[in-house]
């Protein structure tokens, strides 16, 4: 050992001044954080090698060591840390503690919540004794001179743990012996299994049992079969119920199966704490104790009682309440309740002879009779002791026949005057002139009711009388104001609305008409009769609405909006008569309001009447000369009608006077639907030098080229027309179809890339790129573009639609969830979402689904045929002619789908029923 430290004696000396260890073999010297750290006292150099051979001495003292640059300067600098540095870091730092002071509310909110959070779960000691600690504040004295010392409490615990602790002694083997013996000759002979008894036991030996002899045998024996035990249990239970049979006939009084079950059937029902029910009663006798008179406190007793199951104690506390409170009706009818159906009858005819004046008791008594007559007698029996109750006298009524009643009601409106439902009642059963005699006489005992006034022109309108409905509801305003009587804007129009529930249309309406100035501004009038309106039409309130719009217009006759409000109301709510009375009011009022002209000829025409309908087109012409849509609308009658001659005529007068792109655009469409292509050709070939901006005409130029096959030219007007209207998307989106479809998809890709350009955030042209690579099989290609498109338009529910089907099945619910998220409200998320359920055979929640998103968008045509297609496929037909019903009420109209198949040459005519079952056959489920 003394050889080895001599010879590697150097291992444990420094290095010389330079040294670098392990550089003759090539190595790079490196200096660690022990070699410059603060143990050195010394100041040190040591020197690196540099890239040219040479050493360069670097100072290690702490006086050279910075805070930013470290020893000897910055890392990556070689100037030193300036005051440039210096302010940069100030800045940093203050960024930093703004940032901070943003974020220290929030984070001392959250440690204040978790800190709330641990205390309620974890709390101290000093919480857990609180109330403890407060109860001693009202220690006396005494108590506190009567608390044992801790050491003499230990001592004590010891003791009584000492003397209830077991203590296990070996049990002698004579004991266990004679156990076993006992245990073997307890077994039944065959005169016990024959006569159901005991063997006798012989003189001078000691009867055990059997249960006492199978416990001891459990307890002492540790070679005891857990398997005799069981059958020794058995033996012991079908001994005990042959005793219990009857030996004469042979049948058990003891249900060997359910007297078990018997037995639960008598504990109480009451699941609370004993200790709560011991106080409660206590404190409600210490009350009636103190206030024998008080009725709560004795049927609060005998409320406890019954509760607990002790239902012969809460009737004797209820019988001894009626002695100490012989006048509390809530007394006598908690004991009527409690005393069992022949027992009530007694008790209640105490109760009307205590409390003779009591409603509440006759009423009871008359219902513990079951026998109409008895009823009766005790009714008349209690109208007699109380002759002013219309509960009783309404109560009699009801028992009587029509002409009894009368006779009955007759008798009550002398004995309750002040009674509106008697004296209504007394003239609903009487006949037209005595009813009127009834309702004047009740209209002078109560001057100040309103509902009498109203039930008389209810009589008149059921007798016809309808001149008298309205001057009666106009005597009895200025009456009831006559006395002082408020009349309250609110109720009365609520009557109106209860009077056309009932029928009387007449006294609902003229309601209105008398109370719908009541309290309004004037500069607030159509603004407040707009909401009335409103709210009766929500109640289904048709005939009070009718009354309001009919006000208004009568206010307001040169309002347009106002008559075209009121149009689409009797359109939505009423009659085509309705409707077209309305019209021809509105057109002279409004004679240059086109939407009232064309409402009226289109309803003329649903209704068959194709001369009424030119009729309202050529004085609308006259009205308004020169019109687009009435130009347009005469030429949709024409051509739907099959008079395509008449239609080129209007439309060729159109194009002289008019001479709008819309009107050159219809006009080539007639003749492409009709099949004349060229002369179609010719005139958008005229009509795009005079509106080159039109996109829609150049549009048909290149599909009547694609048509004909003419796919340069097609190319050619799709190219002239992006050119001139750069912002129409369905060109471009035509255009790199037209590319595709002849093979060149690369064409197409650049299409549509420069019209992302020319049209930046527009999600149809991300859709027709993904779809141009999914139709080229080229799904993660397709799957890349619509991540680009969501980034681009993360709000297009036409994009998320798409999207939720081209994820992995698994994942179609989390993206969905993503797309409600972005585009709660967006109609073709939800039909997504909607197809999504039913593709998971969920059939009522899909159906909830289809039919939110049609109440969302009804003008998306797209919807409605999906939801048709889903009816078709899961529902019976009273559903599918709904949803087709309320279809064509919509009148939808857009839709990538429904334009698609609508607008085609082929399809030209039909109707929107069949409209929507052809989309509906296009329409898929993925």
Known sequence: MSESKDKYFFLHEEGPPGYVGGSGRGAQGFTTRSDIGPARSTERYVVMPLAGGEAK?????????????????????????????????????????????????????????????????????????????????????????????????????????????????????????????????????????????????????????????????????????????????????????????????????????????????????????????????MLLAAVRKTNPKHGPAWIASARLEEEVGRIQTARNLIIKATEKCPKNEDIWLEAIRLQPPEQAKAVVAQAVAAVPSSVKLWIKAADLESDVKAKRRVLRKGLDTIPDSVKLWKAAVDLESPSDACILLGRAVECCPQSVDLWLALAHLETYDNARKVLNRARKAIPTERAIWIAAAKLEETAGNEANVGRLISLGIKSLQGNMVEINRDLWLADAKACDKSGHVQTCQAIVREVINIGVEDEDRLETWLEDAESFVKDEAYNAARAVYAHCLTAFPANEDLWEQVAFFEKEHGTRESLDEHLRKAVKYCPQAETLWLMGAKSAWLGGNVPAARNILLHAFTA????????????????????????????????????????????????????????????????????????????????????????????????????????????????????????????????????????????????????????????????????????????????????????????????????????????????????????????????????????????????????????????????????????????????????????????WGKSQEEILKLVARETKFY
Not at 181 to 194: G, I
Not at 644 to 664: I, S
Not at 700 to 707: C, H, N, P, Y
Request: contains cysteine.
């Open 624 to 907: 308004i000369p020169n019109n687009e849509d009435i130009w347009l609308a005469a030429v949709k009658l024409e051509s739907e009608n099959n008079e395509h001659q008449r239609a080129r005529g209007l439309l060729e007068r159109a194009r002289r006077e008019a001479g709008t792109a819309r009107v050159w655009m219809k006009s080539a469409r007639l003749e492409w639907v009709l099949g004349n292509l060229d002369a179609a050709s010719e005139m958008l070939a005229d009509a795009v030098k005079l509106h080159p901006t039109a996109p829609k005409l150049w549009m048909m130029r290149g599909q009547i080229s694609e048509q004909q096959d003419k796919v340069e030219d097609a190319r050619q007007f799709y190219a002239q027309g992006v050119k001139n209207c750069p912002d129409s998307i369905p060109l471009w989106i035509l255009s790199a179809r037209l590319e595709l479809a002849a093979g060149q998809a690369t064409r197409a890709r650049a299409i549509l890339e420069r019209g992302r350009l020319k049209n930046p955030h527009c999600p149809e042209l991300w859709l027709e790129s993904v779809d141009i690579e999914r139709q080229l099989g080229q799904p993660e290609v397709a799957t890349a573009i619509m991540a680009k498109a969501l980034q681009d338009c993360p709000n297009s529910g036409l994009l998320w639609s798409e999207a939720i089907f081209m994820e992995p099945r698994p994942q179609r619910k989390t993206k969905s969830l993503d797309a409600l998220k972005r585009c709660e409200n967006d109609a073709r998320v939800l039909l997504a979402v909607a197809k999504l359920l039913l593709s998971d055979r969920r059939i009522t929640k899909a159906r909830r689904w289809f039919n939110r998103t049609v109440k969302l968008d009804p003008d998306y045509g797209d919807a409605w045929a999906a939801y048709y297609k889903f009816e078709q496929l899961h529902g019976d037909a009273s559903k599918q002619e709904d949803v087709l019903k309320h279809c064509i009420a919509a009148e939808p109209r857009h839709g990538p789908i429904w334009q698609r198949v609508a607008k085609a040459p082929h399809n």
């Open 57 to 281: 001495e670097e100072n290690l003292n702490e006086s050279n060591y910075d805070e930013f640059s470290g020893y000897g300067g910055s890392l990556f600098s070689k100037g030193s840390y300036d005051s440039e540095d210096r302010e940069a870091d100030l800045i940093y730092d203050a960024v930093d503690k703004r940032q901070d002071e943003r974020r220290r509310q929030h984070r001392e909110q959250r440690e204040r919540e978790e800190l709330l959070k641990y205390r309620q779960e974890r709390p101290k000691i000093q919480q857990q004794f609180s109330d403890l600690k407060r109860d001693l504040s009202s220690v006396s004295e005494e108590e506190w001179d009567k608390i044992p010392d801790a050491a003499d409490i230990g001592k004590k615990l010891k003791r009584a743990k000492r003397q209830t602790q077991e203590r296990f002694t070996p049990v002698p083997d004579s004991l266990v012996a004679g156990v076993r013996f006992v245990w073997q000759h307890s077994s039944l002979d065959v005169r016990q299994q024959k006569y159901g008894g005991l063997q006798t036991p012989l003189p001078g030996t000691q009867t055990l049992k059997p249960g006492a002899v199978l416990v001891v045998a459990v307890v002492l024996r540790g070679d005891v079969d857990m398997m005799e035990v069981g059958a020794a249990r058995g033996t012991l239970m079908r001994m005990n119920l042959d005793q219990a049979s009857d030996s004469v006939s042979g049948q058990t009084v003891v249900d060997p199966k359910g007297y078990l079950t018997d037995l639960n059937s008598l504990t109480p029902s009451f699941s609370g704490d004993i200790g709560d029910v011991k106080k409660g009663r």
